[in-house]
Nanobody, 119 residues
Framework: QVQLVESGGGSVQAGGSLRLSCEASGYVRRPYCMGWFRQGTGLEREAVASFDQSRGVEYAKSVKGRLTISQGIDKISVYLEMTSLKPEDTAMYYC?????????????WGQGTQVTVSS
C-alpha cells in the first residue's frame, strides 16, 4: 500500500520561511511524477510544483522565485522550500504522486499539511 505523509506546515509571519516534506512508502520503483498542490478555503486546487518525467520541473507562476521543489536521494521523498511567504500562500498543502512508473495520473495523495501566513 502506497502512503504519502506530509509534514512541516505551520503558522508564520509574512516574509518567513517553511520547509515542507513528503515521505512516500510502498513504492517498489519511483513514481512517474511527484508534486505539491495547495487549496485555500473556498478556492480551487492549484498545482504548486512538480517533477514529471516528460514535463520536467514545473512551477506555478505565483510561486516562482519563492518556492523550490527538490527530491531526496531515495527518489520517493519530495520537499518544498518556501521563502518570502505571503498571506495568499495560506492553504492546505498536499503531496501527490502517480500510481504508475510509466505515466502520470496523480493517483495517490497525502492527507495534507496546513500553512498559514499572517500579515
Amino acid at each position: 500500500q502506497v502512503q504519502l505523509v506530509e509534514s512541516g506546515g505551520g503558522s508564520v509571519q509574512a516574509g518567513g520561511s517553511l520547509r515542507l516534506s513528503c515521505e512516500a512508502s510502498g513504492y517498489v520503483r519511483r513514481p512517474y511524477c511527484m508534486g505539491w498542490f495547495r487549496q485555500g478555503t473556498g478556492l480551487e486546487r492549484e498545482a504548486v510544483a512538480s517533477f514529471d518525467q516528460s514535463r520536467g520541473v514545473e512551477y506555478a507562476k505565483s510561486v516562482k522565485g519563492r518556492l523550490t521543489i527538490s527530491q531526496g536521494i531515495d527518489k520517493i521523498s519530495v520537499y518544498l522550500e518556501m521563502t518570502s511567504l505571503k498571506p495568499e500562500d495560506t492553504a492546505m498543502y498536499y503531496c501527490a504522486a502517480s500510481r504508475w512508473t510509466d505515466r502520470c495520473d496523480w493517483g495517490f495523495w497525502g492527507q495534507g499539511t496546513q500553512v498559514t501566513v499572517s500579515s
